[in-house]
């Protein structure tokens, strides 16, 4: 087609555009080539001006990270395999709060007056942690005792383990221990059907006694160190049921207010029981008071498959909604009553009562360390409202962090603290990005409402999947188990329990001493029911749970920083922390063990392909399930399983051809084995586990392992490798601290 005058002509042959029949002008400029610059990279110097000015922009935020040093001292102190003197935690304590107090006055350049501002705080930490390790060292039983008649007072009511219901006991006298050798906590597991003496009942029981139990495998979670914080010297199986006596003295004044109030618990548990029944009443006691005695055993596994077993301790969910309840509700009696709005501020009126509130609950409850944290979190909300600051803020946060980790610099180590800060840290910072609405004027009302409850349906489906999120890894790394149907059992359950369960127990736990709760209470149970129908929906549904195995060791702090770094920081920098928070998603297993074995030799596990098979289903059977779950294994515990692989008796186990390891066991004490079994055992095995500490002069077994090795190094897990067997020891692992009783690691 012929070009017309003025069009333009794109050339492929020469780079350019030229204008035709533009004139003298148009000459010119189809003599000029067309040019696409290419952007060269950026210099150093550039990038670190981009650095130095994103760290600028932290400048009103590195109070946030404050509470991050002081968690890092506490925990590389909780991480040492040696206890360290005392002198060493003042002299560290003293230099971290010298580097802090310097940090204020030195007038340097800003990025290192942080630098030692934070050190200083982790040095604390430090410092801290161990100091808070002294004032409460306690003595705590020696292995392998001998039945005890044990008196002294019921201090409470224990939640039930998985022996039966248990009883924490403040004892006065253990068989011919001397008092220093006294542990000043038991907690002993009572036989099946055993009546429940209430708290502050003096009892006497014969128990057998020995130290909280170590981990369950090499790595695992430390009950011990859990027991030792909180006084726990001991525990037993009781032998006969506890009786009645009369005791030679009072108990302490402390010991009687404490017995007190658990015994006003205790009677409100009886109370909410006997109104709502067993099915929905023990959860809702629970749920009141702490006390967990009453739950059945299948609710509490769908709780658990479905992702709502939070709901059943009291903790941050618990608190936010009692306090945020009364806080409503005084600020609407407050708006109610003219003359009172006029002449008081509704909102600081309404803190205080929200205030009042937490500290009634946690009195309630029993004050267990989850219940601690979430009200030392909620009293920082309402005091910020008392002078005026913002409740809901990263700084109240790290504030209230901080005050939990001056009191239990021990949380660092729980699941529970990293679940919870983790969760709120997320939340927070969802609010901080969280879009504001424009308020709109004299907007129909078929308009203003489907916008509020589609605002309200997206902030929850957010802060669900957020707190997910957020605490799926920890969940994962400790529990390794996903609730597939989590998600959604948790929209569900959040209006129910938010609007209508809480609330009616609140009310029903004030008015049940005047004989006024039956309503609310009622009310309560509704909610639970359909609380337990959403929970028994997500744990039968297809797939309901994903097990998960744990992932190295050093991803569970990796992803807490990463996670802190994602909400802390200001800028893009920040993403850098998404794949260190979900680090424990994506980071390789390591090779599964071989061989499982118990930390007394009384049980042992042997792996085959994707199942654990257990050579005794009926014994340790918790120790075995956590160390299955933890290596990513489906636990086979029946007998005709084992039996397919291994010829067993009742106090023997020896491979078969089908056995997938060679590994022999024998776990009787006292009792001799029958003739000539002890030999074929050494012969048809590999590896031989005897819980005596009998060692063979013959056995032509490679690895012979006995009960005192057991208790040098607790539990095992057995790697097989070219030429024999590496083992891994839990004693090892753990070191040589105050709640290990005394192991010698090897």
């Given amino acids: 087609m012929p070009v017309g005058e003025g069009a333009i002509r794109v050339r492929t042959g020469r780079s350019g555009i ?73 002299l560290v304590l003293v230099l ?31 410092g801290i942690a161990k100091l808070r390790t002294e004032s409460v060292a306690a003595p705590v039983a020696m292995p392998g005792g001998r039945p005890q008649m ?44 055993t009546p429940l003496p209430p708290p502050g009942e003096p009892v006497r029981v014969f128990a057998i006694l020995n130290p909280p139990p170590p981990p369950a495998a090499p790595g695992s979670y430390d009950f011990a160190r859990d ?49 709502l029944g067993p099915e929905s009443g023990g959860l809702a006691a629970a749920m009141t008071t702490g006390h967990e005695a009453y739950i059945p055993a299948e609710q509490v596994e769908n709780l658990r498959a479905a992702g709502l077993a939070h709901i059943i301790s009291i903790s941050g969910l618990h608190m936010a909604i009692v306090g945020g309840f009364a806080f409503a509700a005084a600020r609407l009696g407050v708006a109610a009553w003219p003359w009172l709005a006029l002449r008081v501020s509704g909102k600081k009126l309404a803190a205080l009562v929200g205030l009042g509130a937490v500290g009634g609950y946690l009195v309630l409850s029993g004050a267990p ?6 009200a030392i979190t909620a009293a920082v909300a309402f005091a910020a409202i008392l002078v005026d600051r913002q409740a809901i803020s990263l700084h109240a946060l790290a504030l209230a962090a901080m005050g939990v980790l001056l009191l239990q610099p021990e949380a660092v180590t729980e699941p529970g603290f990293q679940m919870s800060f983790a969760a709120t840290a997320a939340l ?19 308009i203003r409402w489907p916008q509020a409850a589609a605002t309200w349906i997206a902030a929850s489906i957010a802060v669900s999947f957020v707190a997910g999120l957020a605490t799926g890894p920890f969940a994962i790394q400790h529990f390794n188990r996903v609730s597939t149907w989590g998600l959604l059992a948790n929209l569900a359950v959040a209006p129910i329990s938010s609007f209508l369960l809480m609330p009616a127990l609140a009310i029903g736990a004030a008015l049940a001493p005047l004989g006024l709760g039956q309503a609310p209470l009622e009310v309560a149970g509704f909610a639970i029911a359909l609380m337990n129908h959403v929970a028994a929906w997500a744990a039968s549904a297809p797939m309901a749970q994903a097990l998960v195995p744990s992932a190295p060791t050093w991803t569970l702090p990796a992803a807490f920083l990463g996670l802190l770094l994602a909400c802390l920081w200001r800028g893009p920098l920040r993403w850098i ?29 042997v792996r085959e392909r994707k199942a654990a098979i257990l050579l005794r289903p009926d014994v340790k059977l918790f120790g075995a399930e956590l160390w299955s779950r933890r290596r990513g294994l489906e636990p086979l515990a029946s007998e005709a399983e084992r039996d397919r692989r291994f010829a067993c008796d009742r106090w023997s186990c020896a491979p078969g051809p089908a056995a997938p390891v060679r590994v022999a066991a024998a776990w009787n004490l006292k009792r001799p084995l029958k003739e000539g079994r002890l030999e074929q055992l050494c012969a048809s095995a590999d590896i031989v586990v005897l819980r005596n500490d009998f060692r063979p002069e013959r056995c032509p077994a490679p690895l012979v392992l006995t009960g005192a090795d057991f208790r040098a190094g607790g ?31 090897r």
């Fill in 715 to 745: 539990s095992a897990e057995l790697f097989r490798q070219r030429g024999g067997w590496r083992i891994v020891w839990a004693q090892t692992l753990r070191g040589r601290r105050p709640w290990t009783w005394g192991h010698d690691p």
């Fill in 96 to 126: 971290g709060v010298g580097l802090v107090a310097a940090s204020g006055r030195w007038t340097g350049r800003r990025a290192a007056v942080v630098a030692m501002a934070l050190a200083g705080f982790a040095l604390a930490g430090f």
């Fill in 227 to 275: 027991a030792f914080f909180e006084s726990v010297g001991a525990v037993g199986l009781a032998l006969r049921p506890p009786e009645s006596l009369t005791p030679d003295r009072p108990a302490p004044w402390r010991l009687r207010l404490t017995m007190r109030i658990n015994g006003l618990r205790w009677a409100l548990t009886h109370r909410i029981v006997q109104t």
């Fill in 150 to 193: 044990v008196e002294g007072w019921v201090l409470d009511v224990a939640p039930p383990g998985e022996g039966g219901q248990r009883l924490l006991i403040a004892p006065v006298r253990v068989g011919a221990w001397s008092p220093e050798a006294t542990p000043i906590r038991l907690r002993v597991t009572l036989r099946p059907d």
């Fill in 577 to 605: 922390g998404v794949p260190l928070a979900l680090s424990v998603l994506w980071v390789p297993r390591p090779p599964a063990p071989d061989v499982w074995i118990s930390a007394d030799g009384a049980a042992v596990a």
């Fill in 18 to 90: 030229e204008l035709e029949g533009a004139g003298e002008a148009g000459a010119e400029a189809a003599a000029a080539p067309l040019s696409t610059p290419i952007p060269r990279a950026a210099s150093l110097g550039a990038v670190l001006a981009w650095l130095r000015d994103q760290a600028e922009a932290q400048a009103d935020r590195w109070t946030l990270w404050t509470p991050v040093a002081f968690g890092s001292g506490c925990a590389i102190y909780f991480g040492l395999l040696r206890e360290p003197q005392a002198w060493v935690a003042w």
């Fill in 369 to 374: 360390p989850p219940a601690e944290r979430a």
């Fill in 428 to 446: 927070v910072a969802l609010a901080e990005a969280w879009p504001q609405p424009v308020t709109e004027i004299s907007t129909p009302w078929w």
